[in-house]
């Protein structure tokens, strides 16, 4: 009777079909695949995130350039308007061609 007891207690081998051991390896193989995009996927995305970064730096840095442009812009007008009245400015010629309300 012990023999009996030792022979339950071991396993019986068996040997999967070709068809099946290949099913487990496309699996596995699939697997593999996917976690090595997903990889590729994260890296990616933190060379992303780190590209946002510089370009959110950057647009803040020229947001910040544009405001101090229309500040001095706002002086500059306030400046010639002392000058000269209001009117327009013809940048090519430089000439200064006073509104019309500035005659009557």
Not at 25 to 45: I, K
Not at 56 to 64: I, N
């Amino acid at each position: 009777m012990a023999e009996k007891q030792k022979e339950s207690k071991e396993p019986k081998l068996t040997t999967i079909t070709d068809e099946e051991k290949e099913q487990v390896q496309e699996l596995q193989s699939r697997y593999t695949q996917v976690t090595v995009n997903l990889g590729q996927v994260s890296l990616a995305m933190e060379r992303l995130k780190a590209n946002l970064e510089t370009l959110e730096s950057q647009r803040e840095e020229l947001v910040a350039q544009h405001n101090t442009a229309q500040e001095d812009e706002k002086v500059l007008v306030e400046k010639l308007t002392e000058s000269y009245g209001t009117g327009n400015l013809d940048l090519d010629t430089g000439i200064f061609t006073p509104n019309e309300s500035v005659w009557d």
